[in-house]
Structure formats: structure tokens, C-alpha cells
Nanobody
Framework: QVQLVESGGGLVQPGGSLRLSCAAS????????MGWYRQAPGKQRELVAA???????NYADSVKGRFTISRDNAKNTVYLQMNSLKPEDTAVYYC?????????????WGQGTQVTVSS
């Protein structure tokens, strides 16, 4: 059993910053891609940023230059540093991990953490 636990969400004013964390635990042989997604009310879930085990990154155009994804492979943890936040960044943020475990490789999701950008 693999679990992803997110933390770091909250309420912030426009222009502010937040740092999200997501730690994976359980029987994990390796994790390839780790990523952050978000879902705003009435909208589809969308990719925000992703990072491979080797450190290659990919960002949605809407967050380039403002968000930074990073990971600590030894801790099976991925981070999302969010700067210059805008009201349109308001959403539930989910992390996802591509995990190799006993005899299989599956995508696991966290439970989500709310980010609200408002004055």
C-alpha cells in the first residue's frame, strides 16, 4: 500500500507565496514522475508541474516563472513553491506519483490540499 500525503495549502493574498509538500510512504521501489495537478470548481483537473527522478521538469504555461517544482528522492517527497499567486490559482491541489512497487507500477494520488488566493 502506497500513500501520498500533501500539506502546505491555505489562504493567501494575491502576490503572496505558499509551499506545498507531498510525501509518499509505503512499499516503494522507485518513483519515476511526480507531479502536481489542480482542480478549480467547475473545471477539469489540470497538470501544474511535473518532475522526473532525474530532475527534468515540465510546467503549465499559466505558472511558468512563478511556480517551481522540486523533489527529494531520498525522502520520496515532492514540493511546489508557488510565488506571485493570483486569484485564478485558487483550486484544490493534488500530487501524483508514478510508483514502482511489488510487481507493478501504478499512479497514486494524494487527497488534495486547498489553495485559496483572495484579498
Amino acid at each position: 500500500q502506497v500513500q501520498l500525503v500533501e500539506s502546505g495549502g491555505g489562504l493567501v493574498q494575491p502576490g503572496g507565496s505558499l509551499r506545498l509538500s507531498c510525501a509518499a510512504s509505503g512499499i516503494i521501489f522507485s518513483i519515476n514522475v511526480m507531479g502536481w495537478y489542480r482542480q478549480a470548481p467547475g473545471k477539469q483537473r489540470e497538470l501544474v508541474a511535473a518532475i522526473t527522478s532525474g530532475g527534468s521538469t515540465n510546467y503549465a504555461d499559466s505558472v511558468k516563472g512563478r511556480f517551481t517544482i522540486s523533489r527529494d528522492n531520498a525522502k520520496n517527497t515532492v514540493y511546489l513553491q508557488m510565488n506571485s499567486l493570483k486569484p485564478e490559482d485558487t483550486a484544490v491541489y493534488y500530487c501524483k506519483a508514478d510508483v514502482r512497487t511489488w510487481g507493478t507500477r501504478l499512479d497514486y494520488w494524494g487527497q488534495g490540499t486547498q489553495v485559496t488566493v483572495s484579498s
